[in-house]
């Protein structure tokens, strides 16, 4: 391990010692070009609100650690002088691995310090069966680490994504009789850090997501939204105030489970009972198509069309009911949606969904605009990549994990 990412602790002495606080501004540094990409000096000074003489020997020192780099010079257009020199995150400063494990997938990823993937290890699996993914899981990271060569001893650590409860819903997710019932007692987190001498993060699955898309993604333009993830089960996150919030469980945001009700009090399930990939997969198994084709464009295609014409009709509407619930508490400036399906259907989905938003009664509350996500299918794994970067590199960690058990 390199020297920078063992500062790690730094943030809990802002405010007490110089030390604290040149580290704490390092940080603040680092965020700035990570979430605005290259910039001059006089740019980041100005973002941070920080002095030009403080930016000038914090990207200084940076530099110095392999964390930034000088760009080419470049001419701002309508400033006069010199051109400018950018400055930018050094891909090879530091590295994270990204772990998600799935209802159906499993997804070991390596990130540079730029954000981009540099190896990808996948197993994809009927249902998560704990006997063996984490040996399968452990093998694929072990080829993951290798791949990096000398860039592994820049690793940060491993950003876990996974849902809160693996094990639940088994009445919904066809499995063998007591298949998921293992993941009841198993720390996945724990598990994994078992694996490794590397730090390991956790969040849910889809605040892991949600992650991934405040810091690469629409969240750069956003302050307050419900980010919405349409995967084999329905879920989401939650951004308050430019913030990934993560609630005191870690499971803010999760409006898979919001309750769905039929006529008078007659309860007809949750949201993710309708609204999942994993209900248009049993659709198309029940026709005869592959279960798979739900996820790409064979979805949108005859002779499969009609019956994701089918599951939208269902989908949108109780979408819709959830996000205007959720506006009213929450006064949200967008909903950000994405997920493991075809970006045709996805744009349909939001197009309908925006649709039925539109016969709310929208008085005493502000109508959220709708917004597609731009991560993908990766967002879960790639989030969990980020876990690790932030614990070590970002202002306000702690505001992306799940808190520990006391």
């Given amino acids: ?182 993941w009841n007692d198993i720390d996945i987190r724990e598990r994994i850090q078992s694996m490794t001498a590397l730090p390991v993060e956790f969040a849910k699955d889809t605040t892991a997501a949600c992650a991934a898309e405040l810091v690469m993604g629409q969240g750069r333009g956003l302050r307050n939204f419900l980010y919405v993830f349409i995967g084999t089960f329905i879920g989401g996150g939650l951004v308050i105030d430019g913030r990934l919030h993560a609630g005191p469980s870690g499971n803010a945001g999760a409006i898979g489970s919001f309750p769905l009700f039929h006529g008078r009090a007659r309860r007809a399930g949750q949201l993710l009972n309708t609204a999942s990939v994993y209900v248009l997969e049993k659709a198309f198994a029940a026709a005869g198509a592959p279960a798979a084709a739900a996820h790409d464009e064979r979805a949108v295609s005859s002779p499969l069309r009609a019956l994701a014409e089918t599951w939208m009709g269902e989908t949108c509407p109780a979408i819709a009911t959830g996000i205007a619930s959720a506006a009213a508490l929450l006064d949200l400036e967008a909903v950000v949606i994405d997920g493991e399906i075809d970006r045709t259907l996805l744009r349909e989905v939001i197009r309908r969904t925006d649709g039925e938003l539109a016969g709310f009664d929208w008085q005493g509350m502000t109508r959220p605009r709708l917004v597609e996500g731009q991560i993908g299918p990766d967002a879960r794994a790639m989030g969990g990549a980020i876990l690790p970067l932030y614990a070590h590199f970002a202002p306000k960690h702690e505001l992306f994990l799940k808190p520990l058990e006391t």
């Fill in 1 to 182: 391990m390199s020297e920078r990412p063992a500062r790690k602790a730094s943030m809990h002495s802002v405010g007490s010692n110089q030390l604290g606080m040149r580290q704490f501004n390092e940080r603040i540094v680092l965020q700035a070009i990570r979430l605005h990409g290259a910039l001059p000096k006089a740019d980041v000074a100005r973002l941070t609100r920080l002095s030009m003489q403080t930016v000038s020997l914090i990207v200084d020192h940076l530099i110095d650690d392999g964390l930034l780099q000088k760009d080419a010079r470049t001419r701002v257009k309508g400033r006069i002088g010199q051109p400018s020199v950018p400055i930018s995150l050094r891909a090879d400063g530091a590295f994270s691995i990204g772990v998600k494990v799935g209802r159906r997938s499993l997804d070991v990823l390596s990130m540079d310090f730029a954000g981009s993937m540099r190896t990808r290890e996948t197993l994809e699996y009927a249902y998560p069966d704990p006997h063996t993914l984490f040996p399968a899981l452990e093998a694929r990271l072990a080829r993951v680490v290798a791949a990096l060569g000398d860039g592994a001893q820049k690793i940060a650590g491993i950003g876990v994504a996974a849902p809160l409860w693996l094990g639940g819903w088994r009445d919904f997710f066809d499995t063998p009789p007591d298949a998921l019932a293992a």
